[in-house]
């Protein structure tokens, strides 16, 4: 099976999130990149699948800056995924347009098979989730988000799935080639090796350029960028018995906050 | 300004989803004074779910009623709402950012050639173009986005917009465009099982949660959290310590390694506040803090605080919100 996994990176959880000089985006000098947490279930779940159903091979994509991208890339690779392709491009991040991401992505897999494409539910920084859905129909392949429990029955040569949605789960059947947003792996995803890591700084990066696949018409973006003004600590509610704690809070909600159903 | 909105209908057997009816109330905020509110509905009881929206205002909706619509993933429906929005000519197509609006929203953006944004919170015209903003990093910072080249898609947070009441009126239904088109996907839904992961509504996309930490002693005792949640009709959370002590399933913890939540109200209850935690939930709407210690670093990110023994305060909690919502 031929398995892409596209992989984003985005600012370490830990990063200290700043406005950046002319407050339209995020700082991201000094900022350590990582592989967004949802893409870390999708590489586990294309090596799952790899072991599962020999012989496969993962190839991961990932479309930003140089560096952060390489950074990344390899960290897949000492995962265990067997090729690397980096599509350069301006920042990508909040205030990057997902659809120009989406179409870049496109222009680097368009005329390349494969058997499933997997993406991140929605990566941390932004939380879009824009890109799979549109990448889908750029390549014109069934789509499918929210996923979990991913097997393939390679009789019959179909994905089946789980589709978790507000009411319930959902189950789904659907044949080769398929895009799917992926929630969650059969398991945690796994940590590299230390020669693992080793030999994956040295492994060959597949370039593509997709400058001219990223402008378009009609585009998202980003204006703004603005910390939430730090909350300046509770109102502690004064009460002699729980009681009178409790009634204050209820009326606190109700009225102020306006909360309260 | 003259702007027409297209509004993308989620609903069950014709009845619309709450977060259809939020987006119908920024609709119609967006079409007035002067513009057109359209409805789309697909599915074999798309004429019920847009006669339960006529109330919005909208003059017409555009239906498409096949039965195979029913089926089809959500996914599918992008050409359809591509079609229909061209047809219209709208500048702005509105979906609620529900799973089923979240799985649309890329793919009718990347048919239809528009800009695309999920995860909205407030969104307004400004110099003739639509502006959005947004929570991003679970709710550490706010971006704001300017939709540029006039065709907009939207997906609404859920809960950031309040609904819009809905009494049946006429309008003007007609087939959506390609008419007769049934949707062209190979994904086969073959099973549902409802509500499989708990009774109250799932953490992710709850109004309200209650979470309990480590300060709550025992599983038993835990109870006393999902009392008042079901009081309050919230999804249950909890800290690390919970689920790492095998109190309750992983699914519900809240924090870096678990869940971000960014709902209208946040209750932690004897939780302490480590930053692991905070990150998954400071984006909440309203926090409110219940720990015996006053100088907990919850303290300092929560809006109320009551500074006491969770076993007292809980049940006298609980008790008043079963009081307030029967009065
Ligand atoms: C890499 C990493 C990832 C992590 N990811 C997460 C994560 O995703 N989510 C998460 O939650 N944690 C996470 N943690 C763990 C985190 O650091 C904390 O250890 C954890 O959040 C503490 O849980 P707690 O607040 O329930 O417990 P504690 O810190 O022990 O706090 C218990 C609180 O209860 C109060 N209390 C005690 N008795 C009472 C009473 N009778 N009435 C009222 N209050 C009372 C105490 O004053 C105290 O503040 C992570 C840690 C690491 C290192
Ligand atoms: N710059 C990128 N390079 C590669 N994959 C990406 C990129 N941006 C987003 N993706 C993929 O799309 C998923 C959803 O991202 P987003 O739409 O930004 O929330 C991510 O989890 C990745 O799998």
């Known amino acids: 099976m031929e398995i892409v996994v596209a992989v984003k990176p985005v600012p370490e959880a830990e990063a200290r999130l700043r406005a950046s000089a002319d407050g339209s985006g995020l700082e991201t000098d000094g900022v350590k990149f990582v592989l967004a947490g949802y893409d870390e279930s999708a590489i586990e779940q294309a090596l799952l699948l790899k072991e599962a159903h020999p012989p496969s091979t993962v190839q991961?994509?990932?479309?930003?800056?140089?560096?952060?991208?390489?950074?990344?890339?390899?960290?897949?690779?000492?995962?265990?995924?067997?090729?690397?392709?980096?599509?350069?491009?301006?920042?990508?991040?909040?205030?990057a347009d997902p659809m120009g991401v989406a179409r870049g992505l496109a222009a680097a897999l368009r005329g390349k098979k494969f058997d499933l494409l997997l993406v991140g539910k929605q990566a941390g920084d932004d939380e879009e989730g824009v890109v799979g859905s549109a990448l889908a129909q750029l390549l014109g392949v069934g789509y499918a988000g929210f996923v979990t429990d991913l097997r393939f029955d390679a009789a019959s040569g179909h994905f089946r799935f789980r589709r978790t949605v507000e009411r319930g789960t959902e189950l789904?059947?659907?044949?080769?080639?398929?895009?799917?947003?992926?929630?969650?792996?059969?398991?945690?995803?796994r940590t590299a090796k230390l020669p693992a890591i080793l030999r994956s700084r040295k492994q060959p990066i597949e370039r593509f350029d997709a400058a001219s696949a990223l402008e378009a018409a009609a585009r998202s973006l980003g204006a703004a960028f603005a910390l939430p003004a730090p909350r300046t600590g509770a109102k502690l509610l004064d009460y002699r018995s729980p009681q009178e704690a409790a009634e204050k809070l209820v009326r606190a909600l109700r009225e102020e906050a306006k909360v309260f159903p | 300004m003259?702007?027409?909105?297209?509004?993308?209908?989620?609903?069950?057997?014709?009845?619309p989803a709450p977060a259809t009816l939020e987006a119908a109330g920024l609709g119609k905020a967006l079409a007035s004074p002067q513009g057109r509110l359209v409805v789309l509905a697909a599915g074999s009881s798309a004429r019920k779910a847009a006669e339960a929206l006529a109330a919005v205002g909208a003059g017409s909706a555009r239906l498409a009623e096949e039965p195979a619509w029913d089926l089809c993933p959500p996914s599918a429906l992008g050409s359809l709402v591509a079609a229909t929005?061209?047809?219209?000519?709208?500048?702005?197509?509105?979906?609620?950012?529900?799973?089923?609006?979240?799985?649309?929203?890329?793919?009718?953006?990347?048919?239809?050639?528009?800009?695309?944004?999920?995860?909205?919170?407030?969104?307004?015209?400004?110099?003739?173009?639509?502006?959005?903003?947004?929570?991003?990093?679970?709710?550490?910072?706010?971006?704001?986005?300017?939709?540029?080249?006039?065709r907009a898609i939207v997906a609404l947070r859920p809960h950031a917009f309040p609904p819009l009441d809905t009494t049946a009126a006429s309008f003007e239904a007609s087939p959506s465009p390609p008419s007769g088109a049934a949707p062209a996907s190979?994904?086969?839904?073959?099973?549902?099982?409802?509500?499989?992961?708990?009774?109250?509504?799932?953490?992710?996309?709850?109004?309200?949660?209650?979470?309990?930490?480590?300060?709550?002693?025992?599983?038993?005792?835990?109870?006393?959290?999902?009392?008042?949640?079901?009081?309050?009709?919230?999804?249950?959370?909890?800290?690390?310590?919970?689920?790492?002590?095998?109190?309750?399933p992983?699914?519900?913890?809240?924090?870096?390694?678990?869940?971000t939540v960014t709902p209208q109200l946040y209750v932690a209850v004897g939780i302490s506040g480590a930053i692991q935690h905070l990150v998954g939930m400071v984006g909440s709407r309203v926090i409110v803090a219940i720990n015996n210690d006053p100088s907990a670093p919850i303290?300092?990110?929560?809006?109320?605080?009551?500074?006491?023994?969770?076993?007292?305060?809980?049940?006298?909690?609980?008790?008043?919100?079963?009081?307030?919502?029967?009065?």
């Open chain 1, 60 to 95: 991961v994509l990932s479309l930003g800056p140089a560096a952060r991208c390489e950074e990344v890339l390899r960290a897949a690779l000492a995962l265990g995924c067997d090729r690397a392709t980096l599509v350069e491009a301006a920042p990508s991040g909040p205030l």
């Open chain 2, 299 to 327: 303290f300092r990110v929560a809006d109320y605080g009551i500074v006491g023994d969770l076993f007292e305060i809980l049940p006298a909690l609980t008790a008043e919100v079963r009081k307030a919502r029967a009065g």
């Open chain 2, 250 to 259: 992983g699914t519900l913890q809240v924090g870096q390694t678990g869940k």
């Open chain 1, 172 to 189: 789904w059947e659907a044949p080769v080639p398929l895009l799917v947003g992926l929630q969650q792996a059969w398991n945690d995803p």
């Open chain 2, 85 to 150: 929005a061209r047809a219209e000519g709208a500048e702005v197509v509105l979906i609620g950012g529900t799973c089923f609006g979240r799985d649309l929203l890329g793919g009718a953006a990347a048919a239809w050639e528009a800009a695309a944004a999920a995860g909205v919170t407030e969104a307004s015209w400004e110099d003739g173009g639509l502006v959005v903003r947004r929570p991003v990093f679970g709710g550490r910072a706010t971006e704001t986005r300017r939709l540029e080249g006039g």
């Open chain 2, 186 to 248: 190979t994904l086969r839904r073959t099973g549902f099982e409802p509500g499989a992961s708990s009774a109250g509504p799932s953490l992710s996309d709850a109004a309200i949660v209650v979470s309990g930490g480590r300060g709550l002693r025992s599983p038993e005792n835990f109870g006393l959290v999902e009392e008042l949640a079901a009081a309050l009709g919230a999804a249950v959370g909890a800290s690390r310590a919970v689920t790492d002590a095998g109190w309750r």
């Open chain 2, 2 to 15: 003259s702007p027409t909105v297209l509004l993308v209908v989620e609903h069950l057997d014709g009845v």
